[in-house]
């Protein structure tokens, strides 16, 4: 694999709990758009591609980012974020080395935590690797099952499917993830959409990946608060309150 680095981010979803026609990446911390403060973090970092999967309103989504120098595929039927990251496929078929997969509701995630994630992946020597977070109150996040006390990822758990002993954990998978991405593709072919949602879920490929023996790892970010996404007014004001100094 080449040290060669992509970002998929994305943003196809409309947010239906934000109550507005807005997509939900476009609503706005302090006059911007959350998908914007990402972008900036994101294009300063030396990525060789960066593909934006859009979908609802996606037109909206291509002018707000249209300054910067990012490719675009489209998402026309919203079926979940393993569904989302595959319609980067082609975009990155020629693409050798890693692939970071990000939020694009989840505007503070920070250059520290981003090259923390990356470093993981490397020094695990991981195919995959997810960002996670310890929260006070992890409830309706998915909870990261570590292999004993060791940086290797056993599972995923949604919160819904999670027994109480899981129930129990306070670390949470916060959506982003870096992977081979020879090795992402291969495993997202290996997924089906048979749960409650009837959704192909991204993180159905670190259950793959463990059952075909390949080495997944995680590590938790330091500020759990960058990882945060935005599902109503009251979390848009909370980051906002919270990273006022980042936004100025």
Known sequence: MSDKKAAIILAAGKGERMKSDTPKVLHEVKGRPLIDILM???TSMDFDRIVVVIGYKG??????LEKYPISFVWQKEQLGTGHAVMMARKALADFDGVTLVALGDVPFLSETSINQLL???RDTKAVASCLSAILDDPKGYGRVVREGDSDILKAIVEHEDASEEVL???EINSGTFCFDTRQLFEALDQIDNENAQGEYYLTDTIKVMNNNGLRVSVVAAEDPDEVRGVNSAAQLEYLARHFADKLR
């Open 168 to 170: 129990r954990i306070n």
């Open 119 to 121: 470093v993981s992946f």
């Open 40 to 42: 900036e973090t994101l």
């Open 59 to 64: 037109e909206m989504v291509q002018k707000a």
